[in-house]
């Protein structure tokens, strides 16, 4: 009889940590591993225009802006918060949402785990409080459609129906979003721990 070699539930990072996948320890989350991931992680399937993928990186940090604009009160962790919504892609990817429905709840059930884990390393409330989850998923919808329509090849009147937003953006955030364009991965890498640094000091 053969040994098996035994199934392996954990990614090596470059930080040398390794991540238990189904039993996640906040000690084992490196921002840096989060930056690296996120900046290299394709949103849209990849399915964008320009020499770049759109990364999960550059969303992010486009949903902070959009929550900062909207809600200039918030508490620094809050703002963190909505940086690090999608954090848990930088092991997991970004799956469309029509394949995560597929695939059912276990995966989502996966996703919040991981991502309450990321929340705990750095200090960032769990749960959320809803009031303030549901505004990041509101500046979520609103970067989706901005995205979907500059970069994803969606019709205006097709990004209403499923990103359909009436929201008044300061006009300087607007222009931005308007001329949306995919970046580098090490610019954007370097874009979200700028950002994560800045906060962080807020605190």
């Not at 940090?61 to 809050?78: G, K, M, N, S």
């Not at 695939?103 to 785990?113: M, N, S, T």
């Not at 969606?154 to 359909?164: G, L, N, R, V």
């Not at 607007?174 to 994560?196: M, S």
């Amino acid at each position: 009889m053969t040994n098996a070699t035994p199934s392996r539930a954990w990614q090596r990072m470059l930080s040398g940590r390794r991540l238990d996948l189904l039993d996640p320890s906040p000690e084992d989350i490196a921002i840096e591993d989060i930056a690296h991931g996120l900046a290299r992680v394709a949103r849209w399937n990849g399915q964008t225009v320009g020499d770049h993928a759109f990364s999960v990186a550059q969303h992010v940090l486009i949903v902070e802006d959009i929550c900062h604009a909207l809600h200039p009160q918030w508490r620094t962790e809050y703002r963190l918060a909505a940086l690090l919504h999608d954090a848990a892609e930088y092991v997991i990817g970004d799956l469309i949402s029509p394949f995560k429905t597929a695939i059912g709840l276990d995966y989502k059930a996966f996703e919040l785990r991981l991502l309450d884990a990321i929340y705990r390393r750095f200090s960032v409330p769990v749960p959320l409080p809803e009031d303030i989850a549901g505004a990041i998923k509101h500046a979520d919808r609103i970067a989706a459609y901005y995205e979907a329509t500059r970069l994803a090849g969606f019709a205006e009147d097709e990004a209403h129906i499923y990103f359909s937003h009436d929201e008044r953006l300061p006009p300087a955030l607007a222009a931005r979003l308007d001329r949306l364009e995919p970046a580098a991965p090490d610019l954007t890498q370097k874009d979200f721990l700028a950002r994560f640094v800045d906060l962080s000091s807020r605190r």
